[in-house]
């Protein structure tokens, strides 16, 4: 249970800094597009990140996997 946890917020760390960039966006240039903007930033935080976010999901699927595998054993 504790590794998924730590999974989890790790994975939680790389969505808020996504978002974080993602909101940054969306406050430079004009006022239309905001969406398009916010993804943008998203997508230039993943970028940054580079491959942490992958990891964090695949430690997320292992943990939930070895959970579920004992779960309903």
Request: charged share 15%; glycine share 12%.
């Amino acid at each position: 249970m504790m590794e998924y946890l730590k999974a989890l917020m790790g994975l939680i760390v790389c969505v808020a800094f996504m978002s974080m960039v993602g909101l940054l966006a969306a406050f430079i240039g004009p006022d239309h597009g905001v969406e398009i903007k916010i993804l943008i930033g998203m997508t230039i935080g993943a970028m940054i990140l580079g491959r942490r976010f992958p990891e964090a999901l695949m430690r997320l699927y292992g943990a939930t996997y070895g959970l579920l595998r004992r779960f309903f054993e």
